[in-house]
């Protein structure tokens, strides 16, 4: 069934009058409805010229287009200069066609003179409602709206468009076999109502009404949950949508399921890179999953691991990855400001709390008011620094230094130490109740001597940017120096790989990094055979035992830690 629609303002007149004559005139299997910007009846005199002209109009009050509700219109007939002005461009994929037909109702005029104009606009009206349908011109731009909609469904992306006010006005068969959604359960809602939180997340440039549409195309990788509840990593692009003026009407977003690709990757060990973190390591790819989980939430999170191992990636990605993308992340390394200091720095100062003050100051929990406060060995808090971030955590209000005012600040806290909390609880070195508010969410993040499998990974990635910004593109690790980098432990983790390839490219004269490139402590600390690959070294018994006792039993750890795969090693303990 298609549908036209004939839009007046107030279904006094000529509404009626079009949607009268189309129904007499329209072919079998088109549906003609009228509607005005507003409701309202029909006038007496409308009546009657029409009955003139041989055709019924009923003269109850007309329907409003809000009443109307979201229907799949064919082909939408503006009547007036007016209304065109009004009309919500977007309200779906259809040929809208301006007759701006002048109000016959206007001016004051006797009961003869308005007659006469009504029986000029019915004739007009009548005319052209003939051509609509007579001379092809209807099925002509039903076609045209049938191939653009056929052609959107058979995109494999999905296609998501919603004008100012977040009314989805098109939803592609790939948005549907995506999202699980029909687009009869969406066409003409708010996006934030079928969607909870908007289709796009913390992206959305709607998160307010009509707040802003972006200048360019945006594209950004998210999670989004279909309406069975299940979580899809898709790929998004969204572009502005403007009219022949260049006014903004609204945003077009097409994005792609990629969230069988991400598994399958996973499962066959490819390189995974998320935030700027680089691995193919099972145990980063659950993290990532925690974090994604974790970033549109609220609550504390606890980053804990050894120097080096990327406490403020992780962070960063959790601010990154959550509705807070659009607030500021502040990060503050709580042990490297002096403890004198390190109160004011937090919580900010008045003018003349103390020497030195002479002017009021911000802490960098008001500075990352609205975003993400990133607070590096917490451990290091002194016992009255721990008791106002308690206050924080707990209340979201602190006093500056010297201030008698109380200041509430919006942020989320997350905080990363590499030392044992807990033990530092049982010494009563740190506020067990603060632990406790911070360690709501815990990540730990493995050392690298734990994720030997990244290193080769690693080291290509810092050796190409280094050479890349060195201007000496095509440099590589030779295979002994890869050896040297795979058996070394590795006490500062992925931060000393990365600067222990900055010294190797500037040791390195030539195009291959030799192991007499790299820094003295890596060649001449090297471990024994547990992390070189069986193809190059062979098995022997004592790395065989040492990497067993470094992986508590475990064999799949022990393989890994080996550089072997785990079927090798059971061939190997099988033989003894």
């Known amino acids: 069934m298609k549908q036209v629609l004939f839009v ?26 009228a509607a005005g910007l507003r409701r309202g009846r029909v006038h007496p005199l409308v009546v009657r010229a029409m009955a003139e002209a041989g055709v019924e109009v009923d003269p109850a009050p007309g329907p409003s287009l809000e ?13 007036s200069p007016r209304v065109r002005e009004q009309y919500p461009v977007l309200q779906g994929i259809h040929g809208v066609v301006y007759w701006n037909l002048p109000d016959p109702l206007a001016g004051d005029r006797d009961e003869a003179e308005l007659l006469r104009a009504l029986r000029q606009c019915r004739d007009e009206i009548n005319g052209r409602v003939h051509s609509l349908f007579a001379y092809g011109y209807f099925q002509a731009l039903v076609t045209l709206k049938d191939n653009a909609v056929r052609v959107l469904d058979s995109l494999t992306e999905g296609v998501v468009a919603h004008d100012l006010s977040r009314r989805i006005f098109f939803f592609n068969s790939a948005a549907e076999r995506i999202t699980g959604y029909r687009r009869e359960e969406v066409l003409g809602r708010d996006c934030y109502q079928v969607f909870p939180g908007g289709f796009c997340g913390h992206r959305c440039s709607f998160a307010e009404k009509g707040m802003c549409v972006p200048e360019h195309e945006v594209s950004y990788t998210l999670d989004i949950a279909t309406r069975g509840g299940e979580t899809r990593r898709v790929e998004m692009s969204v572009v502005p949508m403007r009219d022949n003026a260049g ?34 390591d099972h145990r980063m790819f659950r993290i990532f999953d925690l974090i994604r989980s974790v970033a549109d939430s609220n609550v504390p999170v606890l980053i804990q691991g050894e120097t080096g191992t990327g406490k403020e990636l992780v962070a960063l990605a959790i601010h990154r990855e959550g509705w807070r993308a659009r607030g500021p992340f502040v990060a503050v390394n709580c042990g490297a400001l002096p403890q004198g200091t390190l109160e004011s720095e937090l919580f900010g100062h008045v003018k003349g709390a103390f020497t030195g003050a002479i002017r009021d100051k911000k802490g960098r929990f008001a500075l990352a008011d609205g975003g993400t406060i990133f607070l590096d060995e917490v451990g290091e808090l002194p016992p009255a620094t721990q008791v106002k971030l308690l206050r924080v955590l707990q209340e979201g209000t602190f006093e500056p230094v010297g201030a008698e005012r109380t200041v509430k600040v919006d942020v989320r806290v997350v905080s990363a130490t590499n030392r044992d909390l807990k033990q530092l609880v049982a010494r009563g070195e740190f506020r067990e109740d603060l632990y406790y508010r911070l360690c709501v969410v815990p990540i730990t993040l493995p050392p690298l001597r734990e994720r030997r499998n990244d290193i080769p990974l690693l080291a290509a990635h810092f050796l190409e940017r280094y050479a890349a910004e060195a201007r000496r593109p095509g440099v590589r690790l030779s295979e002994r120096a890869l050896a040297a980098l795979m058996e070394y432990h590795w006490p500062g983790n992925v931060r000393q790989l990365e600067n222990a390839i900055r010294f190797a ?8 990094v030799e192991p007499e490139h790299l820094p003295p402590e890596v060649t001449e600390g090297s471990r024994p055979a547990p992390s070189l690959s069986a193809g190059r070294r062979k098995l022997t018994p004592e790395a065989v035992q040492r990497a067993l006792r470094e992986a508590g039993g475990n064999k799949v750890k022990a393989a890994r830690l080996l550089g072997v795969g785990r079927a090798t090693l059971y061939r190997y303990l099988g033989r003894k």
């Open 8 to 33: 007046g303002e107030n279904n006094a007149c000529r509404g009626p009058m079009a949607g009268a004559f189309a129904r007499a005139l329209a072919p079998p299997g088109v549906e003609v409805l």
């Open 67 to 79: 009443e109307l509700g979201p229907r799949p219109f064919d082909l939408v007939v503006v009547l």
């Open 247 to 280: 006014r903004a009407i609204g945003v077009l977003a097409s994005y792609r399921d990629r969230t069988r690709e991400l598994e399958l990757e996973r499962r066959l060990g490819e390189k995974q890179e998320f935030a700027g973190i680089i691995t193919r």
């Open 505 to 512: 490219l500037v040791k390195c004269a030539g195009d291959t």
